[in-house]
């Protein structure tokens, strides 16, 4: 165990540090395999709802939803700065209908990177934390129009609704529901699967930006409230409310052991070689688990 969080550190210090300073260095699309590139083309969902993949905060970037109304387009988060050009061309595959509004899960640039490049002919929505967010680590593309708790898009045969349930992978995180298709985008609320390079995601609950791992299963319990049987997740393949319901379910045993390792007198700086998630498929860093450590010894 001790191994396997040795080996993970580095690369998710690394993503951390891509995903927050994305802005500052991913201009251009990378160069993919053909390979990559197959996967990271648009498909359907199902009819009206496509997703174009997304599958690490280095290269890929988070699953982009696609709504097609027929008065319009609506997407969900817009990958990184480049990823203008690579949407529209996207988009434009498979409707010629505009894009009318763009919905953030949050505001890390793998996910936001391109709000900027949209807002000429496109409306921006977003929690007010998100704005707040890009406005403080100085991103591009802030969004003019702001919700609270909710809000919701009617356009075309569409229904679309955005839910901010609480803390989670940041402060902001959005998730949104498309009521009339019974399918949801969570954002890195959730997420699954392995990066392009073939290494394993895990939750990142980023404190820096009001993320919570202690509130992040509250969080999910509002979001398996809707009424929904599909999930396309911030990053990885489209899942089901049970894969949603199971990684809620391991927060909270991360939690649990954690809680554990301390009451068994757990320091800082020992918490990471006392608490295992290698059976929950989970390769988290150690700076992980200190804090979820200083958040459960805050008090």
Not at 138 to 164: C, S
Not at 277 to 285: K, Q
């Amino acid at each position: 165990m001790r191994d396997l969080k040795r080996t993970t550190v580095l690369s998710l210090v690394l993503l951390t540090g891509a995903v927050l300073a994305v802005t500052a260095w991913q201009r251009q699309r990378p160069d993919f395999t053909p390979e990559q590139e197959a996967r990271l083309q648009i498909r359907q969902v199902m009819d009206g709802l496509y997703v174009i993949p997304g599958f690490d905060g280095g290269q890929s970037g988070g699953n982009v939803a696609v709504r097609v109304t027929g008065d319009g387009v609506i997407i969900v988060d817009n990958k990184f700065p480049y990823s203008f050009d690579f949407i529209t061309e996207q988009v434009a595959s498979v409707t010629d209908e505009p894009i009318k509004y763009i919905l953030n899960t949050h505001h890390h640039g793998d996910h936001a990177g391109s709000n900027a490049d949209f807002l000429p002919n496109a409306e921006v929505i977003a929690h007010k934390n998100v704005r707040a967010n890009i406005l403080r680590n100085n991103q591009t593309g802030a969004p003019r129009v702001v919700f609270a708790d909710e809000t919701a898009v009617y356009l075309g045969d569409a229904e679309v609704h955005a839910y901010h349930f609480g803390r989670g992978h940041t402060n902001g995180d959005a998730v949104i529901y498309f009521a009339d298709l019974r399918a949801i985008h969570t954002g890195d609320l959730f997420i699954h699967g392995q990066r392009l390079d073939g290494s394993t995601l895990a939750p990142f609950w980023d404190v820096r930006n009001g993320g919570s791992a202690v509130e992040w299963p509250a969080t999910l319990t509002g979001v398996l409230a809707l009424d929904f049987n599909t999930a396309i997740p911030g990053h990885g393949e489209t899942l089901t409310k049970n894969d949603v319901r199971t990684f809620r379910d391991n927060v909270e045993k991360v939690l649990d052991r954690t809680k554990a390792a301390i009451d068994n007198g757990a320091t800082r700086d020992t918490i990471a070689d006392q608490v295992e998630t290698g059976d929950l498929g989970w390769p988290l860093a150690p700076v992980r688990l200190q804090d979820v450590y200083d958040e459960l010894t805050a008090n």
